[in-house]
């Protein structure tokens, strides 16, 4: 008894600690940069119209993926609809965007606040049901926001709006453009998750009583990080909206939605470097496996279930340990 | 005023049968199994193939062989469902929801986009089509192959309801419902149970498909999505779990959906029933006849 | 002085009374223990203290104020801290993780901190983990800090626990069966670690089975059963009192 009693000197950690700390951290940083400068150094490879498109596309999808995983990663939240998203961050800046004749740049505060607002009227009512249910309803809100779409004059009805204006002339400086946007966004959304909301944001996943218990205002979190994932997913839409010039509700199905929470399930919750994997691997596959196009869905549905059977953590599982300091 | 009465009755009796399902799997085992509307939809197919195997149908004969075909159907997406059951969700049971959810979700999409490959991409024509002669009641036409199908949705219903209320095996699905492991302790074989649970409920989904194709004349793979979803919501509106709750549920979204078409236009139908699937769960979440639990820490 | 005052509490699940007017108080740094049978109430009425159960009557009064109709974080912020009888640690987070959980309220550290990595997000997470290891270090935490939670050894577990609930910094602690389930040394520990923690200023209201530790450390005994109170005292007095005897050795007429 006496030996273990009350240890005033602050205990040593784990001789091997520091080391993997370190190591850690180096990690993590490395597989950044190296992951950017891939990015910067593709179009030296191929700058074809064609391949710069799909690059530009996979940066974007990178960016919706990093943004639901605060949602779905994060904090545990399974939205089925996060194309909704996506879709109001598009339609606000291409309505304002050739309605007023806006440059895309400016149309950027209008889409945050719009999308945040976007995210409360969602998130406020839902939030609070258990998780199964919320699923659901994400889903009919994604539903309701493309139908909703499909319907308004202003958005254009069925055929969507086109002539947006893009970023820059060149599909070149709009691909770095881009890939610098979706460099913050994941970078800000890795901050994020290590901060003190992040860490709350994991608490309300492990262990929604007891992140109570401690003094987290669990709904204010949740409604946080809808917000949040919200944002991400609309500063997307814009993206997408400049990258296309065109934008449709067929751009906004389920399906879209499935894909992105397929990226973050397949590289691993809540694990930034993981679920940027993901989303190059599912948005660059099918470019890859051309002859397998019919099977694409029909594979990506069976992967899900057998990452959840045999994979949980995914392709890159999020670090429980601690490696930062 | 009467037609929409009895559009809104019609389209919901096939609302509550798919709900059924929906609402008997999660109150015995919590599971939102997502992929249920897509069981209606293998349903749809599989009387699809049967019938056209068997070539043409005489007119006389549709009726009779409809339900022969029925039967069949219902066998073959309710084992459908057992395999689903066995192969996607009891490795998962115990697991995060958050697990068993996404296993759902991946499962939908295997059997939509897995008959994608079957079937192709475009709807397909069924082989019967159920038409008749209108006659007017209190107003309303209707037709002799409603009449028969919500029949056929009424006795399924009821004999639903008498498996469930009235016998042993109705009994083990209520307590396992209660408590798995209490019911393990005492001798109830528990999943065996929720497997014939599978089977019914995806019967019962199954059964609604054949009748939709059969109806409406066209097929695709991506049909139980949207039924899917409108399941949940009659699901959730009568209170999940709850089976006269459910086919209650069922009929009220018909109706609803009715007269909110009636009003706002068929553009706005699907806006209106998510809308009230949002209002319930937010007003209401345990629905019309959910009883009230106290969540426990 | 008063801390803490239940009065006349009453909790209902439907028809099932499991709590009929219990009326307790406790003082500033005393340990009071509430023990009685299982299912007598005694977690229940930690769930209402701490706002996850909604009493069906009664009031709650911390320093003061009535807790009635608050959530159970805005009990947190008020200054009570709590354990839960069946461990609910975050389990695949790192032990610090779970610690650095106490101090979550009062950790001053916004958004853009976070975003833009402002020196003050630096010096709140230093702060943080400071605390984290201080109180790691005040219940005497053996395993590595750096894993995952679960995959401590249980009595561990039951540390890290209260750890997180002391980083609160909280006027009163409630602990819900803290030595349930460890052995004999580990148990001397936490009678001693129950008495350090009083010694910083903390009340303790502990709910306990193991009566050789609820005598040692309670200055205060409160005995439930059924929902229903039945003595109130110091432990001497207690563990005279018929009722109570009678109530854990049941009386000869149901004999």
């Known amino acids: 008894m006496n030996e273990t009693k009350a240890p005033e000197a602050p205990r040593k950690l784990g001789a091997t600690a520091p080391r993997t700390r370190l190591s850690k951290l180096f990690d993590n940083r490395w597989a950044g940069l190296a992951g950017l400068l891939i990015a910067l150094l593709a179009p030296f490879v191929n700058a074809s119209d064609y391949a710069l498109s799909i690059m530009t596309s996979a940066a974007i999808f990178a960016m919706l993926a990093s943004g639901l995983n605060i949602v779905v990663g994060y904090t545990g939240l399974l939205d089925l609809g996060y194309a909704a998203f996506f879709a109001v961050g598009a339609y606000t800046s291409g309505v304002l965007a050739t309605r007023f004749e806006l440059p895309l740049l400016v149309t950027v505060p209008a889409v945050i606040v719009v999308t945040v607002i976007a995210g409360i009227i969602i998130g406020a009512p839902t939030l609070r049901l258990r998780s199964d249910y919320l699923a659901i309803v994400t889903l009919g809100f994604g539903e309701i926001i493309r139908i909703t779409a499909n319907n308004l004059p202003v958005t254009g009805g069925p055929s969507g709006i086109y002539g947006i204006p893009s970023l820059t002339d060149s599909p070149v400086t709009f691909y770095y453009v881009t890939v610098v946007i979706v460099a913050i966004a994941i970078i800000g959304a890795s901050r994020l998750g290590r901060s003190r909301l992040g860490r709350a944001m994991r608490f309300v996943r492990e262990d929604e009583d007891a992140a109570e218990a401690t003094g987290v205002h669990t709904y204010r979190v949740k409604l946080a990080a809808y917000i949040a994932g919200a944002v991400w997913g609309g500063l997307a839409g814009v993206l997408f909206a400049g990258h296309l010039s065109a934008i449709s509700p067929n751009s906004f199905t389920f399906l879209q939605s499935a894909l992105v929470l397929m990226a973050v399930v397949l590289g691993g919750m809540g694990s930034v470097p993981g679920v940027v994997l993901g989303a190059i691997v599912i948005s660059l596959l099918p470019e890859l496996l051309r002859g397998v196009a019919d099977y694409r869905y029909f594979i990506f549905g069976v992967l899900l279930i057998i990452v959840m059977l045999v994979r949980p953590q995914g392709l890159w599982p999020a670090r429980s340990k601690e490696a930062l300091k | 005023m009467t037609q929409l009465v009895w559009n809104g009755l019609f389209v919901g009796s096939f609302y509550a049968l798919v709900a059924l399902g929906y609402s008997m799997v999660y109150g015995i085992i919590k599971l939102l199994n997502f992929a249920h509307g897509d069981l209606y939809m293998l349903g749809a197919f599989s009387g699809f193939a049967v019938l056209s195997a068997l070539g043409g149908v005489s007119a006389a004969m549709t009726l009779p062989v409809l339900l022969a075909v029925l039967l069949l159907t219902m066998v073959s997406t309710g084992l459908a469902g057992v395999v689903l059951e066995r192969v996607a969700y009891r490795p998962l049971r115990g697991a995060p929801r958050l697990s068993l959810l996404i296993t759902a979700v991946g499962a939908s999409f295997a059997i939509e986009y897995g008959m994608r490959i079957v079937a192709g991409p475009d709807p397909q024509v069924y082989p019967v089509r159920l038409s008749g002669t209108a006659f007017e009641v209190f107003g309303a036409s209707l037709t002799l192959p409603q009449l028969v199908l919500i029949g056929v949705a009424v006795v399924l219903m009821v004999g639903l309801h008498l498996l469930v209320a009235k016998t042993r095996e109705g009994r083990a699905m209520r307590a396992i419902a209660l408590d798995p492991r209490t019911s393990s302790l005492m001798g109830i074989d528990v999943n065996a149970v929720i497997s014939r649970t599978f089977f019914i409920g995806s019967a019962l989904a199954g059964a609604a498909g054949v009748m939709a194709g059969a109806y409406y004349g066209k097929i695709d793979f991506l049909m139980g999505f949207l039924i899917g979803l409108k399941a949940f919501t009659a699901a959730v509106i009568g209170g999940i779990g709850n089976i006269p709750g459910t086919m209650l549920g069922g009929l009220v979204l018909g109706l609803l959906e009715s007269f909110g078409t009636y009003w706002l236009g068929g553009e706005w139908r699907d806006v209106f029933a998510f809308g009230v699937l949002i209002l319930f769960l937010t007003v209401r979440p345990t629905g019309l006849l959910g009883e009230r639990v106290t969540e426990r820490v | ?255």
């Open chain 3, 1 to 255: 002085m008063t801390l803490l005052e239940v009065r006349e509490l009453r909790l209902a699940f439907g028809g099932l009374v499991a709590i009929d007017g219990l009326s307790f108080s406790v003082g500033e740094a005393e340990i009071v223990s509430v023990i009685g049978p299982n299912g007598a109430g005694k977690t229940s009425a930690f769930n209402c203290v701490t706002g996850f159960y909604r009493p069906t009557g009664g009031t709650i009064a911390f320093d003061g104020k009535s807790l009635l109709g608050k959530r159970p974080s805005a009990v947190a912020a008020a200054g009570i801290s709590r354990t839960f009888q069946n461990l609910r640690l975050f389990g695949e987070l790192s032990v610090l993780d779970n610690v650095r959980a106490g101090s979550h309220l009062r950790l001053k550290q916004s958004v853009f901190d976070a975003l833009l990595h402002t020196p003050r997000y630096r010096r709140t997470e230093r702060e943080c983990t400071a605390e984290a290891n201080h109180w790691l270090d005040f219940v005497g935490l053996r395993g590595d800090r750096c894993s995952e939670a679960r995959n401590l050894p249980y009595g561990e577990q039951r540390r890290v626990e209260i750890a997180r609930a002391l980083a609160r910094e909280p006027r009163l602690l409630l602990l819900d069966e803290p030595a349930a389930g460890l052995n004999h040394a580990e148990k001397t520990e936490m009678l001693d670690l129950i008495r350090r923690i009083r010694d910083l200023g903390i009340a303790i209201v502990l709910i306990e089975h193991d009566m050789g530790l609820v005598m040692q450390v309670s200055e205060r005994i409160v005995v439930l059963n059924f929902g229903k109170e039945i003595a109130d005292g110091r432990p001497e007095e207690v563990r005279r009192d018929p009722a109570v005897i009678e109530a854990y050795l049941g009386s000869d007429t149901h004999a």
